[in-house]
T-cell receptor, first 107, second 116 residues
Framework: SQQGEEDPQALSIQEGENATMNCSYK?????LQWYRQNSGRGLVHLIL?????REKHSGRLRVTLDTSKKSSSLLITASRAADTASYFC???????FGTGTSLTVIP | GAVVSQHPSWVICKSGTSVKIECRSL??????MFWYRQFPKQSLMLMAT?????????EQGVEKDKFLINHASLTLSTLTVTSAHPEDSSFYIC????????????FGPGTRLTVT
């Protein structure tokens, strides 16, 4: 089993700026998922990218996957205060979570 | 998307009592559900995997006699914290996979347990 390692641990940006967070993992996967957790709430599934995909978009979200480097990135464009949350990546069909990236978007 | 509910959303109980938390998949059948706990400012820790019709699989270090899990139907799993102590105070979250979907998990809103 493995969990993703998100980087940075914390990120603070101004509203309207882009936010980029990264994820690294150790073993081969067939997909990778990103989740968001607002404070004191359950998690929300954001996007799943398969191992044969290099990039995927969903609204203001852009996810990349580089299987050769065992890494993924999540880009949130034109950030909003409502994007303030913790973001987690989950490599493969796993159920283990890392410490996440805590994103604060300042209005 | 698939919806998972949890009840109650928060509960306060006294030391020594037991508390039951319910997790329901509202619009799909979940043969497998997952229970997590989360301490303030920490990540989710998987406690156990709940399998419909069979015993739950507990993660290492999780006391199965203290955290009783029952998955009696395809839409309901329950977690009972027995003889609760203040150190059991935490945020408990369940999740489930929709078998018709890919690999994403759908999470309940969580239950805040405070043991006094």
């Amino acid at each position: 089993s493995q969990q993703g390692e998100e980087d940075p641990q914390a990120l603070s940006i101004q509203e309207g700026e882009n936010a980029t967070m990264n994820c690294s993992y150790k073993t081969s996967i067939n997909n990778l998922q990103w989740y968001r957790q607002n404070s004191g709430r359950g998690l929300v599934h954001l996007i799943l990218i398969r191992s044969n995909e290099r990039e995927k978009h969903s609204g203001r979200l852009r996810v990349t996957l580089d299987t050769s480097k065992k890494s993924s990135s999540l880009l949130i464009t034109a950030s909003r205060a409502a994007d303030t949350a913790s973001y987690f990546c989950v490599p493969g069909n796993q159920f283990y979570f890392g410490t996440g990236t805590s994103l604060t978007v300042i209005p | 998307g698939a919806v998972v509910s949890q009840h109650p959303s928060w509960v306060i109980c006294k030391s020594g009592t037991s508390v039951k938390i319910e997790c329901r998949s509202l619009d799909f059948q979940a043969t497998t559900m997952f229970w997590y706990r989360q301490f303030p400012k920490q990540s989710l820790m998987l406690m156990a995997t709940s399998n419909e019709g069979s015993k739950a699989t507990y993660e290492q270090g999780v006391e199965k006699d203290k955290f009783l899990i029952n998955h009696a139907s395809l839409t309901l799993s329950t977690l009972t914290v027995t003889s609760a102590h203040p150190e059991d105070s935490s945020f408990y979250i369940c999740s489930a996979r929709d078998p018709a979907g890919a690999y994403e998990q759908y999470f309940g809103p969580g239950t805040r347990l405070t043991v006094t």
